[in-house]
């Protein structure tokens, strides 16, 4: 796996709860959004700013609470809710929408509920690897498994003992596969060690369980993406919203896992942008 050179300073948006919301951009062209997953922050979208720049108008966020803006007090909540709603207010003040949204694990269960909620701001949805449990008809409320929530939990209790290495390694290593920390480029591992405090209130805030009913109410056009070695749970819930969202298509980054926009950026790129250059064609048409 290969990670790119840092990128430019970012500039900021104030919201109106008076948190900020870092970005960068490059490119001039139609608005394309990237919003990060766990333990990232914009850095982790330099290898799609780079490739789709000469297209695209590409911006990628850090959502608050993650770096740089690291310092938020620890009485603002962290939740994915509130970054769906930050996501929407943060295209309005750039004033640039609406917008061609991607977002990776986390990140994706961010975008959905941003599109469901703003469809003003949406042009289309990419969600890559998508993180959060399905809720399947007749079957009990989805969870995850209580193995994951150990681990997970144990991960943020080394972060929070100090050991912040050995618990990134457990939780990168969970959602991708085994061995991925420890084959990791450095910039990669300082862009999670940069953003470890936000571990445990991620585990504090669990992500909801996608469900059908949910699904049908977004309207956009719908890109999902996973790796062909991505872990089951991702997976699955590719295929579960492909036949639930109401204008949906699906591709698979062959030879890759969860951070198939770093591993096979190319193919990656070349995705999104045939998806949205088809949506274009077909709105002309």
């Known amino acids: 796996m290969t990670h790119p050179d840092p990128v430019s300073s970012p500039s900021f948006i104030e919201l109106s709860s008076g948190l900020r919301m870092p970005y960068v951009v490059e490119g001039e062209g139609e608005l394309l959004l990237f919003v990060h997953g766990s333990l990232c922050d914009y850095r982790y979208w330099q290898p799609q700013l780079a490739g789709m720049a000469k297209h695209y108008r590409c911006v990628a966020v850090s959502l608050t609470h993650y770096w740089p803006v690291t310092d938020t007090p620890p009485d603002m909540p962290f939740s994915w809710s509130d970054h ?9 003040r750039l004033g640039e ?10 990140g994706g269960c ?3 509920y941003f599109a469901q909620r703003h469809p003003q701001h949406v042009r289309t949805l990419t969600l890559a690897d998508p993180g959060g449990p399905l809720q399947i008809a007749g079957r009990p409320a989805a969870r995850l498994p209580e193995t994951v929530n150990t681990l997970r939990a144990r991960a943020a209790q080394l972060i929070e003992e100090g050991q912040v290495d050995a618990g990134l390694q457990l939780f990168v290593d969970s959602v991708s596969r085994p061995g991925f920390w420890a084959r990791s480029t450095e910039s990669f591992r300082t862009m999670a ?19 059908p009913e949910e699904a049908a109410q977004v309207r956009c056009p719908v890109l999902l993406i996973d790796g062909e070695k991505s872990p089951d749970m991702f997976r699955r819930t590719a295929t579960a919203l492909a036949s639930w969202l109401p204008d949906a298509r699906r591709e698979t980054v062959r030879g890759a896992s969860h951070g198939m926009n770093l591993a096979h950026p190319a193919a990656f790129n070349r995705y999104i942008d045939e998806f949205i250059r088809g949506v274009g064609a077909a709105d002309q048409g």
């Open 193 to 211: 060690t940069d953003n470890a405090h936000t571990l445990a209130r991620q585990f504090r805030d669990p992500l909801p369980a996608y469900a």
């Open 97 to 106: 929408g609406p917008a061609h949204v991607v977002g990776h694990s986390r």
């Open 84 to 92: 769906a709603d930050e996501v929407a207010e943060f295209i309005e």
């Open 110 to 112: 961010v975008a959905y």
